[in-house]
């Protein structure tokens, strides 16, 4: 079962200490946090991969976004922080 390391870290503001270790053999990422009267720890399965970059031509990439940074700020603000993605659709 694949599960991503952000969740692990949703409520980290609760957490009086984190202790992370890494299990070779199992190919796991353990995170143990010690939260008021409970001790949650999570084993996260990792895959190696290589890392990937995009080729693309910015003279090839003909629609740009233009925007007021307030308006857009505000509607961001209504995602959590810990977001790292944000789609956004455009229609005309």
Known sequence: KRQSCLA???NIHNAGGL???IDPLQER???E????GVRKCFKVVYEE???LQAVYSKDR???LVVHQSKPLTDCL??????VEEVT???TA
């Not at 946090?33 to 008021?36: D, G, I, L, R, V």
């Open 29 to 31: 990422v353990v995170f």
């Open 77 to 82: 603000s209504n995602f959590h922080s810990g």
């Open 33 to 36: 946090m010690e939260c008021p």
């Open 8 to 10: 692990v870290f949703r």
């Open 61 to 63: 990439c003909h629609n």
């Open 49 to 51: 991969c290589e890392t």
């Open 88 to 90: 956004m659709v455009l």
């Open 19 to 21: 202790h992370l270790s």
